[in-house]
């Protein structure tokens, strides 16, 4: 064990060892310390192994969703992804939908760029999605996506159906641009 690990380890022990003594608040705290320190000093993967108790499963959870909506998605070198971690904890621990709504808000923020017809980022964030929601078994592969609007936020119903349409509407936009056809106004026009 290396000497950077010894502190975050004391966390983790006043942490599952004396949850009477502590209150919500300060347990809460001492958790978001300890998840921040192992980010910035390990990998996920040291993360993923760690066998906390179950009780704090959604407590986790709830802090990683946290910091991953502070800390939006970045592809810098070096930045954490919280996003990526969100999404690889809830796949360890088997909430695949909760893993599919992480990626359908990458997929809703990567839609407001313009990509290069041969830059695959956005057709690998469906796939990635698609995917995802698949294993969510027959018949279950939806999530309840945010929605803005007038009156407040709402939440929608998207299907892995939905997704796969959208995923097909892209690559039908890719082939008629890589072919010289694309819209001018928003019309439909071939240009010669």
Not at 133 to 149: F, H, R, S, T, Y
Not at 173 to 192: H, K, N, P, T, Y
Request: net charge negative; aromatic share 6%; hydrophobic share 35%.
């Amino acid at each position: 064990m290396s000497s950077s690990t010894i502190p975050q380890c004391k966390h983790l022990c006043v942490l599952t060892n004396t949850p009477t003594r502590l209150t919500s608040h300060s347990r809460r705290a001492s958790l978001q310390q300890f998840l921040q320190s192992i980010l910035s000093t390990s990998s996920i993967q040291t993360l993923l192994s760690l066998d906390f108790p179950t009780d704090l499963h959604p407590e986790i959870d709830a802090l990683l969703q946290s910091l991953a909506r502070k800390h939006p998605a970045t592809d810098a070198p070096g930045a954490v992804s919280y996003d990526r971690i969100l999404y690889a904890w809830r796949i360890n621990h088997d909430d695949y939908r909760g893993a599919a709504e992480v990626l359908y808000e990458r997929l809703s923020r990567l839609t407001g760029h313009a990509f290069e017809p041969d830059d695959d980022t956005l057709l690998d964030a469906y796939l990635m999605l698609i995917n995802t929601l698949a294993c969510c078994g027959k018949d279950e592969g939806w999530i309840l996506a945010p929605v803005e609007g007038q009156g407040g936020p709402k939440r929608k119903i998207v299907t892995l159906e939905d997704v796969r349409r959208e995923y097909q509407a892209e690559l039908d936009r890719r082939s008629e641009i890589v072919q010289g056809r694309f819209a001018f106004g928003g019309e439909a026009m071939d240009v010669l």
